[in-house]
């Protein structure tokens, strides 16, 4: 495999988490990073060894030398960045979720079909070791037919206006942040979109959901219960339950183990990671360019058109609009 050079567009917490991770690969190279504020670049390039600084993304997008752009500013400006940067010829990993809404996600895919260019959302949680061995575990049938998926994902934060976590003009949240963890798990797990969904939110002082609840059901009678919260901390786990066992994943969005329950015996894996995880989504993305693909067989873009098709539909249940829906 040839050594990629990644540009890394924001200089926040996940794109520090995200660099942490790609100093493992031999592969690849964080060579460019670009921010608003060019002395935030030039301490993020120090950190982290990058060649290019740049204080704003155009010079980012234009730098002929990057192969792959990892988008990680907050959810509102995702389109505008996943869509130059294919435009400018370069192969994009977009932070989850892709966007604001469908209509914004369908935007971004149809570009890089255009462009032929690789796209792919940064579901970071689906390429690590304890998720994939789950895939496996349920490919060859460890628990059974799966019945019924059991997650949560919710955390305590502190209300602040204007952070993007309560702020909606930036499409906060606890659905749009955490609770397309859930999601994305259901979809991986059953394969297919539920057929009847039902959903409660928590509208906060600030305009956002600090709570949403949901319930899916599925064509054969398979079910999943879903919770987020920005204002409440839940165990954070994930519990596949099928027709012979089941799985168990402590703190699931990033976990390092799972427990396999079948009757009296209980099988423990232990999947940890080095740095941050995040190694493992830059990998597939390399491996899948490598290969010549444009997208990936684990995280197809039909598949995160459908997932935000169906956050989309809990907003609207829910009566939650941002202002990045009437654009």
């Known amino acids: 495999m040839k050594k990629y050079k990644w540009g890394i567009l924001a200089t926040g917490r996940i794109a520090n988490d995200f660099a942490r991770g790609l100093a493992v690969l031999p592969d690849a190279s964080t060579y460019a990073v670009a921010s608003r504020d060019i002395n935030k670049a030039k301490d993020f390039a120090a ?3 990058c060649e290019k600084a740049y ?3 155009q010079e980012l997008y234009d730098d002929p030398d990057i192969d792959i752009i990892y988008i990680g500013t907050p959810n509102t400006h995702h389109e505008e960045a996943a869509v130059k940067s294919l435009e400018r010829g370069k192969a994009v990993l977009c932070e989850k979720p892709f966007a604001v809404n469908a209509r914004q996600t369908e935007r971004i895919i149809q570009c ?3 462009n032929n260019l690789f796209l792919m959302e940064a579901a970071w949680t689906r390429f690590l070791p304890v998720l994939c061995k789950t895939r496996e575990l349920i490919k060859e049938g460890a628990i059974g037919k799966v019945r019924h998926v059991n997650s949560d994902f919710g955390f305590m934060a502190n209300i602040n206006p204007e952070h993007r976590l309560f702020n909606p003009a930036l499409a906060g949240g606890s659905l749009l942040d955490v609770g397309v963890y859930n999601i994305y798990l259901c979809s991986m797990v059953f394969g297919k979109q539920p057929v009847d969904v039902h959903s409660k939110m928590t509208i906060g002082s600030t305009g956002v959901d600090e709570e ?3 319930k899916f059901d599925y ?3 398979e079910s999943a219960f879903l919770f987020s919260a920005l204002r409440l901390r839940t165990p954070l786990s994930a519990y596949i339950f099928g027709t012979e066992g089941h799985i168990e ?9 799972l427990k396999l329950v079948k009757r009296e015996k209980v099988e423990e894996f232990n999947l940890s990671y080095m740095a941050t995880g995040y190694q493992y989504e830059a990998q597939e993305v390399m491996e899948c360019i ?3 693909l444009k997208e990936s067989p684990i995280m197809p873009l039909d598949e995160s058109l459908t997932n935000i098709k169906m956050v989309d539909r809990i907003r609207r249940d829910n009566n939650l609009r941002f202002p990045a829906d009437e654009e």
């Open 47 to 49: 950190k982290y060894g």
């Open 55 to 57: 204080g704003s993304y």
């Open 112 to 114: 890089a079909r255009k």
């Open 212 to 214: 949403c609840s949901i």
């Open 219 to 221: 064509d054969e009678g």
């Open 249 to 257: 994943i402590p703190i699931f969005w990033k976990g390092s183990s």
């Open 290 to 292: 490598e290969k010549g």
